[in-house]
């Protein structure tokens, strides 16, 4: 039987640390200011910017959303990333990804200041991360760490072993593991025999959007199992890249699907959003 990781509770731990450090920021005249850019009618995107629009608000940040048409052009948008680039209420900006097919989203991110790139996608803080010398996380990899560290569970010296080599999660989650002193292997489609990679690991984080894909015969008994994942099954039921039934009785400890690392990410945001204003206010 393994502890289950309870993200939605450590979640509500940090958010009310960062409610706390916000009232305190507002007593002296600085509102945390987060936009979110959403262009389309992605129905997940919208549900990701409800979400996270409703976390500013709960912490008593200030959030703008702009919801532009489909058809928006490359050259509106950019106006749109340099006009909240200048503007001193808003100290973080996220376009939310992915962008219509016809909107280069490296150049978006490429055009939005560094110091507001809350997100960590602008090459400047990815470049800062691999030093390991960042303001900002990526949120979902950080997310992550803070689970491992509010578990008690220590990462040096371990068999850290990422599946799923994004942009977003995988290749940032391996660098975040390597800095906390973990010997971190990253695995990918093209890996010959996953599954006896995924048998070393002491903490294996699972990042690949496929269902239920690592299962309990992949796991050594004992291991920490982190499920980045977030599929929708054919009976519509949310499921991680995690077998739960099977894997669970394998682990020390789990993240369940929903409820683990998902809470995590937009706090995670929050948390950039808070740093960005001190940043900022300074
Ligand atoms: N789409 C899916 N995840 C993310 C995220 O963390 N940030 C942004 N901007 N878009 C996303």
Same mark, same amino acid.
Do not use: H, W
């Given at each position: 039987?393994?502890?289950?990781?309870?993200?939605?509770?450590?979640?509500a731990a940090i958010r009310a640390e960062i409610a706390e450090q916000t009232k305190e920021m507002t007593s002296r005249g600085i509102t945390p200011g987060l936009a979110v850019v959403i262009?389309?009618? !992605?129905?997940?995107?919208?549900?990701?910017?409800?979400?996270?629009?409703?976390?500013?608000?709960?912490?008593?940040? *200030?959030?703008?959303?702009?919801? *532009?048409?489909?058809?928006?052009?490359?050259?509106?948008? *950019?106006? *749109?990333?340099?006009?909240?680039?200048k503007d001193e209420k808003i100290h973080g900006i996220l376009v939310q990804l992915p962008l219509p097919k016809h909107l280069d989203s490296e150049l978006i991110i490429a055009n939005i200041d560094p110091k507001k790139d809350v997100d960590a996608f602008h090459s400047f803080n990815v470049g800062r991360i691999m030093i390991g010398d960042y303001d900002f996380l990526p949120c979902t990899p950080a997310g992550v760490m803070e689970l491992l560290s509010r578990s008690g569970i220590e990462v040096s010296g371990k068999e850290c072993v990422v599946v799923?080599?994004?942009?977003i999660v995988g290749k940032p989650q391996a660098m975040l593991l390597l800095h906390a002193n973990g010997t971190v292997t990253i695995c990918h489609s093209r890996t010959k025999d996953l599954a006896s990679v995924c048998r070393r690991a002491d903490i294996l984080v699972v990042a690949i959007g496929k269902a239920d894909f690592i299962t309990g015969d992949m796991v050594k008994p004992g291991a920490v199992v982190? !499920?980045?994942?977030?599929?929708?099954?054919?009976?519509?039921?949310?499921?991680? !890249?995690? !077998?739960?039934?099977?894997?669970?009785?394998?682990?020390?400890?789990?993240?369940?699907?929903?409820?683990g690392v998902g809470p995590m990410t937009i706090t995670m945001l929050l948390k950039n959003t808070l740093k960005a204003a001190q940043l900022q206010g300074k």
């Open positions: 039987m393994a502890n289950i990781i309870n993200g939605k509770e450590i979640s262009v389309g009618e !992605d129905p997940a995107s919208k549900v990701y910017v409800r979400n996270k629009k409703r976390a500013c608000e709960e912490v008593g940040f *200030l959030s703008e959303e702009y919801a *532009l048409p489909e058809e928006t052009t490359q050259e509106e948008l *950019l106006a *749109l990333v340099d006009r909240l680039n799923g080599r994004s942009n982190i !499920d980045v994942g977030m599929n929708r099954r054919e009976d519509g039921k949310l499921t991680g !890249d995690v !077998d739960f039934a099977t894997v669970e009785p394998v682990a020390s400890y789990i993240t369940p699907v929903p409820g």
